[in-house]
């Protein structure tokens, strides 16, 4: 009776340990997922911020451009910054209109 108490024990006490063991093993489990979904999180985020910020960089250079275009494609804006050079180039039109007309008529 007595090995039979001391094997009963023997066996309560396995089974506490794997029951300790698969605890323990769940914890970790546990913690080594938390961290990893922490981890994408973290990354997920960086890169959210990182588009956010190539997104708005890209937009004021847009701005940018579409303003510079806009004044480059501005005829009056054109006749205020270079008088001289738009008068050279309406004369050289009309020369240009002139001499295809004169062509045309002979």
């Not at 769940?26 to 997922?33: F, L, M, P, S, Y």
């Not at 001289?84 to 001499?99: D, E, F």
Request: proline share 1%; net charge negative.
């Amino acid at each position: 009776m007595t090995q039979q108490l001391v094997l009963e024990r023997e066996q309560a006490g396995n089974s506490e340990s794997a029951a300790d063991g698969i605890a323990n093993t769940w914890e970790q489990a546990t913690d080594a997922v938390t961290d990893a979904v922490e981890s994408v999180k973290g990354t997920v985020d960086a890169t959210v911020e990182n588009v956010q910020d190539t997104m708005s960089t890209t937009v004021r250079e847009a701005q940018k451009l579409a303003t510079k275009l806009g004044r480059t494609f501005d005829l009056a804006e054109q006749v205020r910054r270079q008088p001289w050079l738009m008068i050279g180039g309406a004369v050289l039109l009309g020369v240009v209109v002139s001499s295809m007309l004169c062509s045309s008529r002979d």
